[in-house]
């Protein structure tokens, strides 16, 4: 099976950058797209970015759009999530899964999932 270890998160004031990294221990043969999801404290988890194998269009929640790159290196199994301009709003819990598809424009999580990685960015 695989498992999912997210990096990177951190504190920041607003306007910083951070990478964070989601290393998988082996390939998901049948995965087409693996994601980046985000949950803060009282609300819903909300796919913020999503990269296919195919080479197809990346996703990207509105929210983001022009902030965050989300990248892979598939030599290292791994998914990046690059994070600028940071907001106080983009504090939350963040975490990666290994399968993804989006729906309504929205991106829904599934197969493995990390444990998380924590965002906080202070204004």
């Known amino acids: 099976e695989v498992q999912l270890v997210e990096s990177g998160g951190g504190s920041v004031q607003a306007g910083g950058s951070l990478r964070l990294s989601c290393a998988a221990s082996?390939?998901?043969?049948?995965?087409?797209?693996m994601g980046w999801f985000r949950q803060a404290p009282g609300t819903d988890r909300i796919g913020v970015a999503g990269i296919y194998t195919d080479g197809s269009s990346p996703y990207y929640h509105d929210s983001v759009k022009g902030r965050f790159v989300i990248s892979r290196d598939n030599a290292k199994n791994t998914v990046y999530l690059q994070m600028n301009s940071l907001k106080p709003e983009d504090s939350a819990m963040y975490y990666c899964?290994?399968?993804?598809?989006?729906?309504?424009?929205?991106?829904?999580?599934?197969?493995?999932w990390g444990q998380g990685t924590q965002v906080i960015v202070s204004s």
């Open positions: 899964a290994s399968r993804c598809l989006v729906v309504s424009n929205h991106l829904l999580g599934f197969g493995t």
């Open positions: 082996e390939v998901d043969a049948e995965s087409k797209c």
